[in-house]
């Protein structure tokens, strides 16, 4: 059974963690871990990481770290909320991860009126963004001045399940217009027809954009009050459901230490009503119109042949 961290251990593509044009030096270091114990800052990143993705050394490793430190060249005074929650494959595990956020929320903005925040979400961590984006009270949405996601499952489209089951909530409209979704091309998790399970981890692979990109985007946001507008200039298109997506999502199960297939999700939904099962992003037809291994779960139609990952 690999876990994560082996599986970064043994790739080199997973290497090189931080673009140089960001990369802090041991001063700027010593000053982003001193902001970590000050109680209020003008802006925070709230950082849900992927299923068992190492912090390395905080938030991240293939996220979280990188995002904070180019977002930290950029507005020196940020600080950063690693999400408690287990980033696992239990079915509870994206709940704990929303329920933090919740109360993190709720305690920051009582301490620091004033602070405003930044969702961020990697792959598993998107869907504990979108969980608890549904979830909060209206009021917050002031202090909200971004949302950035990477590899998330919700990108498939309207109605989409997580791979757990559990319907994905969509972000409320009155935050739509805040949202930056990053989506590598042929990532399986975050479009329909990607294939390359290396594309779900590649998002701060050298030469590629995203973190980059998504930095320059909350400063924009910060500096706009939040007004700058969505972005999806690194959002791959959904397109439409292959079988050939249905094995690379299995494929990624196996590298997260899915070890065997279990058939129905578990997992039923803790947010929104599970749309009907026609058009679920996890229910598929052959060239020839034939449904492939449906079976019924408490959550609406599934194909038992994907494990349980995230």
């Known amino acids: 059974m690999k ?13 090189a963690f931080v673009d140089a044009t960001f990369t802090p030096d041991t001063y700027r270091l010593q000053r982003i871990e001193k902001r970590q114990a000050e109680p209020c800052s003008p802006l925070e990143l709230v950082i849900a ?24 060249f950029l507005i020196p005074a940020v600080t950063g909320y690693a999400v408690n929650y287990p980033a696992n494959l239990d079915c509870d595990s994206r709940s704990l991860g929303s329920t933090d956020i919740l109360n993190h929320l709720a305690t920051q903005t009582s301490t620091c009126p004033s602070q405003k925040f930044v969702l961020v ?13 549904s979830q909060l009270d209206p009021s917050y949405y002031p202090a909200i001045d971004a949302i950035v996601v990477f590899g998330d499952p919700g990108n498939r489209g309207p109605g989409a399940f997580d791979p757990l089951g559990s319907a994905e909530p969509p972000f409320p409209a009155a935050l739509t217009n805040r949202v930056k979704e990053n989506c590598a091309f042929n990532d399986p998790v975050c479009t329909n027809n990607g294939t390359d399970v290396n594309a779900h981890l590649s998002y701060d692979n050298p030469g590629t954009p995203f973190i980059n990109d998504s930095a320059r985007y ?15 200039s690194d959002d791959s298109a959904p397109g439409n459901q292959t079988l050939s997506n249905l094995s690379a999502l299995e494929s990624l199960g196996s590298l997260l230490g899915e070890t065997s297939i279990t058939g129905v999700s578990s997992c039923p939904s803790t947010s929104v009503p599970a749309p009907a099962a026609t058009g679920s992003f996890l229910t598929t037809t052959t060239p020839t119109g034939s449904v492939v291994s449906v079976t019924t779960s408490p959550v609406g139609t599934v194909v038992s042949s994907i494990p349980s990952y995230r």
Request: proline residues 6%; charged residues 15%.
């Open 218 to 232: 909350i400063e924009s946001q910060y500096q706009s009050g939040g007004n700058s507008g969505p972005d999806s």
């Open 121 to 133: 979400g990697y792959s598993q961590g998107a869907d504990v963004v979108h969980l608890a984006t």
């Open 3 to 15: 876990t994560f961290g082996q599986l970064i251990a043994a790739s080199v593509t997973l290497t």
């Open 49 to 72: 990481r992927g299923t068992d993705e190492p912090f390395d050394p905080r938030f991240g490793v293939i996220v979280g770290d990188p995002l904070f430190n180019a977002t930290s």
